[in-house]
């Protein structure tokens, strides 16, 4: 049993090895994105992001990009239950704090070129203001994250040490 562990160990490090290295990092890529899944800032970005439709209102689709990247949400302004949604998202960017304010429309219709009835998604940018003081990132997504795998690592460790001693006993 342990011999087994040890090549699996073994050839579980050799494929670590061999998806962290090139152009491509997929290993770093996937960690990101198993961390990312329990993050609602990052599920709300990335949900504005990649709507169908984005309205710039005369501010610069770069510039909206840079206030995007590691941005949160400020959840005390924020407006969830109407419609349509209100977000506001705050980011510090070349140390100035910046707010930006979007209403984002879920179920917009429009026709197609044949006629039927197609649901849209659509962002609405509303302005981009520099404040003087944002609300503070929330963690409670890594925390609860951290405890996740703590839940399941632990048990897991216990019973493996379990067995391996089972099996020395039994070697004995």
Do not use: C
């Amino acid at each position: 049993m342990l011999r087994r562990l040890k090549f699996f160990g073994a050839g579980a490090l050799i494929s670590i090895l061999f998806l962290s290295m090139g152009p491509e990092n997929r290993m770093k890529d996937t960690f990101y994105a198993y961390i990312d899944y329990f993050n609602p800032e990052k599920r709300v970005v990335d949900q504005l992001l990649i709507s169908d439709s984005i309205i710039y209102n005369d501010v610069s689709s770069v510039e909206i990009e840079n206030i995007l990247e590691g941005a949160w949400v400020n959840h005390d302004l924020t407006n969830k239950s109407s419609y349509p949604k209100f977000f506001v998202i705050e980011n510090i960017i070349d140390e100035k704090n910046r707010r930006l304010s979007i209403n984002f429309y879920d179920r917009e219709e429009r026709k197609d070129s044949v006629g039927d009835l197609k649901s849209y998604t659509k962002s609405e940018i509303i302005s981009v203001e520099e404040i003087s003081q944002i609300s503070s990132r929330s963690y409670k997504s890594y925390f609860s994250l951290i405890g996740i795998f703590l839940v399941i690592m632990i048990p897991v460790s216990l019973l493996v040490r379990k067995l391996i001693r089972k099996r020395s006993l039994e070697d004995e």
